[in-house]
């Protein structure tokens, strides 16, 4: 551990900066930056993730030194204020917050007001003049510290609803009721003064210890409640979704209190430099006159919008910051400049006003979803406040995804019934069944249900539920409530602060406008406009190609690739769709789904069971126009751009039924008897089909498949050519894994197309090439390369066969292998690159050894990962090859694998 455990800023300086995140946590490394900027931050000190790390390495233990760092730090901001820690006269007062590296919001405890006791409040109630506050704020100080420092810090695990904070709550309550009031705030200083005094007994009476008044056991015990909550269930929670290794640890920030609820003249809030929702270069934000931080993100309050272009229908009626303290807001606005100036992106900030003074508590880089960052990267390159690459940079890959994700088709959103509006926190679509808790959410999930989770308010206990929910919905909270933050993190449907909305958790129930809907009935959502309506409105694709914005970034990208994107596409559908999406050729359309349809599976059956070669030739005779109808139609759409043909992949026992009636029905349509089709099943079952008898020794046992779809291809592309259309067909013989399969297979292309050139008269020209998905290929690539004019990597196949995990049945193990860390990541989804990588880099090197021109490139799922990606273009392919919907993804990722080295 270093030396240095304690970092102090303020007064116009810091020991820490920005880039100290990994030692000082987001929020702390940010608070150092702005105090070094001139921001005017409240005075503080940080707490190293290391001492974290000792921490819970210990088991519970700080390192030698920390207590006189403590002291030391804590005596400047002393100077700083001019008020001393635990003075009766005049009180320093501390919050303590967690702090990782990445933020984790809510995930870990807080505890604010730190320093109260019986004799310091005479000296809070002196300097802000009111009793009041100064009760409010013990009362407050008692419950979060009761709750985080002496119950859950503690291990203490109440029985549902009788948790020390609730039965505080309850407390509260009972004062309001007897005096016949409402809200907190119509309780007066002597009523809260009273509470103050009913909650220590309490705390006394639950958890059986006096609630501590001298301020440093306060502050001690907040500090190693911060760092035990680093493995608080709901943060272990949290790092399993995001991957973040519980190893980072969190930093502690101690930092001087400064208060929005002093009164009239004080207020809270929270703002984006930017619109988090669509990118737009306007200030947004909330606030709350006389609140504390805690009330403008608990949705309790309907917040006010900063200014006129923040407010929304709930908050259009109020003032605004801008309106109400003109001085204040013209202050926050320049700091905004300055905060986006000096950090050169979209900043999430938290602030306060205490009695008419502004001070910053927080900046960090702010959440946004796919098309606010798609957005602000281009308006930032283009107001040069980045380059072209950062902007390449900004936007990760997936995000891209909610650009391209589904909407409500608006005609049949306008005849259908609408149930409550909310606030738009996450854009897209989202249709599925109610469910009221994150459990349900998760459990209903995992049977493969579509649901939208609805609650009053999530919190992070919540998370697991939200995310396996397809959208989210919340009666309660702002743009910056929890729901709306983690939502558009994940760029997920969500409509919150639907104030129509009844939730009735326990009975399973939601009302809004006179309906009562219940568990499992259907809902849509649209998120974009922030509307809820009752049944399920059909969802419609995309359409990417309308966002200005979207379009020059993905500009910016095809310049500055290498790679080329290619799709996985077999029919014209498919393959139009992926070119809209930018895709530059098929890299392999997998003929066994051409041979599923109705038309043609009986062919395909008929050859299956044909006794000989005569008789299989007879059957593909058949399947022969019908390919041959799919091919052009495939060759017309990519017009020119190269399409790669694999042929016959799958064992032939897949085309077969399994179950007696299936048989039975097969049997009568083809005038033979069940048993012939059960031997033929029975003839074709095999003990490891993945390995057993499939791809290119499926050609070279049968010959006259391969050679009915290379006929069937050129033919398809004869045809084309004639028209005038441009046609690149590459024939791609799978799972080879000598040369000597190759050369087989390859003769007998080549001699199948030179007859159909010789008798269409027309010249097409075509290559033949093979799938590298056996190691033994790769090992021996360059054998395999003196025959084939392309390889193309079929990284499924490939990682199977080089892990030996079965590409089917590895789901019984694979989540434990993950989520035990036996394996960083599910292979089959993103590449392995220490293994497979290998085979894959050998393979390439070794091709081109043989024939420097190798064209190289992958169609595995992996040629959709944006990591994948990136390795692939470190290792010299030339192209990409990936699902429709993927392209984008990969233009983006094989820009971005381009640019890094460039940083
Ligand atoms: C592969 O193995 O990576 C591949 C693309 O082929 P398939 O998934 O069809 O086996
Ligand atoms: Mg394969």
Redesign the pocket.
């Known amino acids: 551990m270093a030396e240095k455990k304690v970092y102090f800023f303020g007064g116009g300086k810091a020991e820490g900066k920005a880039k100290m995140k990994e030692l000082l946590g987001g929020k702390g490394a940010n608070l150092a930056e702005m105090s070094a900027l001139g921001v005017p931050v409240p005075p503080g000190f940080t707490i190293t993730t290391e001492v974290c790390t000792h921490f819970m390495k210990t088991g519970g233990k700080y390192p030698k030194g920390l207590e006189n760092d403590v002291k030391t730090a804590l005596k400047k901001v002393e100077k700083i204020m001019g008020s001393r820690f635990g003075d009766h006269r005049n009180p320093l007062l501390f919050s303590v917050r967690s702090g990782a590296r990445i933020s984790m919001p809510g995930m870990m405890e807080t505890v604010l007001n730190i320093g109260l006791n019986e004799s310091t409040i005479t000296g809070l109630i002196d300097k802000s003049g009111s009793e009041r506050f100064a009760s409010d704020a013990y009362r407050r100080l008692i419950t979060m510290y009761s709750d985080v420092v002496m119950e859950k810090a503690a291990g203490i695990e109440p029985k549902e609803g009788m948790g020390i904070r609730q039965q505080l709550e309850k407390e509260m309550r009972k004062i309001k009721k007897d005096k016949g009031v409402k809200f907190d705030t119509q309780l007066d200083a002597n009523d809260l003064k009273k509470l103050v005094q009913i909650f220590k007994k309490k705390v006394k009476q639950v958890l059986k210890k006096e609630f501590p008044d001298d301020p440093y056991e306060q502050l001690w015990g907040a500090i190693s409640a911060v760092f035990r909550s680093w493995n608080g269930k709901r943060a272990i929670a949290y790092r399993r979704i995001e991957n973040i290794p519980d190893e980072w640890g969190t930093a502690v920030n101690i930092q001087t209190m400064v208060f929005g609820n002093m009164g009239e003249s004080s207020a809270t809030g929270v703002a984006f430099t930017r619109n988090p929702a669509t990118g737009e270069n306007k200030f947004y934000g909330e606030f709350l006159v006389n609140a504390q931080g805690e009330d403008v993100v608990a949705g309790i309050r309907t917040p006010q919008a900063i200014n006129k272009v923040s407010k929304t229908d709930a908050s259009k009626h109020l003032p605004s910051l801008e309106e109400l303290m003109p001085k204040l807001y013209k202050q926050l606005a320049q700091i905004r400049t300055k905060l986006e100036k000096h950090y050169r992106d979209m900043q999430d900030v938290e602030f306060t006003i205490q009695d008419g003074k502004l001070f910053m508590l927080q900046t960090r880089v702010g959440k946004r979803n796919g098309a606010a960052a798609v957005r602000m990267a281009v308006n930032m390159c283009e107001e040069k406040l980045i380059s072209k690459k950062e902007a390449i940079l900004r936007v990760n890959p997936e995000q891209l995804d909610e650009l391209l994700h589904p909407m409500l088709d608006p005609k049949a959103e306008k005849k259908a019934e609408k149930l409550a509006s909310g606030l738009p926190a996450g854009p897209g679509g989202g249709i599925g069944q109610v469910v009221f808790t994150a459990d349900d959410a998760e459990a209903w999930a995992k049977k493969g249900k579509k649901v939208i989770l609805v609650r009053d308010e999530t919190s992070p206990e919540d998370v697991h539920g939200m995310r396996a929910a397809k959208a989210i919905l919340t009666a309660k909270g702002g743009m910056t409530s929890h729901a709306a933050l983690v939502a558009r993190g994940w760029g997920k449907c969500c409509i919150v602060g639907c104030g129509d909305l009844n939730v009735d958790a326990v009975k399973k129930t939601l009302s809004a406008n006179g309906k009562i809907l219940r568990e499992g009935d259907w809902i849509s959502l649209n998120g974009t406009k922030g509307i809820v309506y009752e049944g399920q409105i059909s969802l419609l694709p995309a359409d990417p190609e309308k966002n200005v914005y979207y379009k020059k970034l993905m500009t910016w990208a095809d310049k500055l690739r290498k790679l080329n994107i290619r799709t996985n596409a077999d029919n014209p559908h498919d393959a139009k769709m992926a070119r809209n999406f930018g895709a530059e050729g098929i890299g392999?359309c997998?003929t066994e789904h051409m041979f599923f349809g109705p038309d043609r599976i009986s062919a395909m059956r008929e050859m299956i069971l044909a006794d000989d070669e005569a008789g299989r030739k007879k059957a593909l005779k058949k399947l022969l126009p019908l390919q041959r109808k799919d091919f052009i139609g495939i060759f017309k759409v990519m017009d020119g751009l190269p399409v790669t043909i694999r042929t016959l992949?799958p064992p032939l026992h897949e085309f077969l039924p399994n179950d007696q009636a299936s048989q039975k029905e097969m049997a009568k349509q083809m005038g033979v008897t069940v048993e012939t089709i059960k031997a033929k099943v029975q003839s074709l079952h095999e003990l490891n089909p993945m390995l057993g008898h499939r791809g290119c020794r499926l050609g070279i046992t049968y010959p006259e498949i391969t050679e009915m779809q290379v006929q069937a291809i050129i033919e398809a592309a004869c045809n084309v050519a004639k028209r005038g259309i441009k046609v690149h067909p590459e024939i791609m013989i799978?799972l080879v894994g000598t040369k000597t399969e190759l050369t087989n297979q390859r003769e007998l292309a080549v001699a199948t197309a030179e007859k159909v050139i010789k008798k269409t008269g027309v010249r097409v020209k075509y290559l033949v090439g093979t799938?590298i998905?056996i190691p033994r290929a790769a090992l021996t690539a360059n054998e395999v390369a003196e025959v084939a004019e392309f390889f193309s990597f079929?990284?499924?196949?490939?990682t199977q066969m080089t892990f030996g995990y079965s590409r089917d049945d590895a789901g019984k193990f694979l989540p434990g292998y993950i989520a035990g860390k036996i394996l960083p990541a599910d292979p089959f989804q993103t590449l392995d690159q220490t293994g497979v990588g290998q085979l894959v880099d050998i393979g390439i090197k070794r091709g081109r050894s043989t024939r420097s021109n190798l064209k190289v490139g992958i169609?595995?799922?992996h040629g959709g990962d944006p990591k994948s990606i990136e390795f692939c273009h470190k290792v010299g392919m030339n192209y990409v090859s990936c699902s429709p919907y993927r392209v984008p993804i990969a233009r983006l990722a094989a820009a971005q694998a381009a640019v890094y080295p460039m940083r």
């Open positions: 392999l997998r992949d799978p799938m998905e079929g990284t499924n196949d490939l169609c595995g799922e």
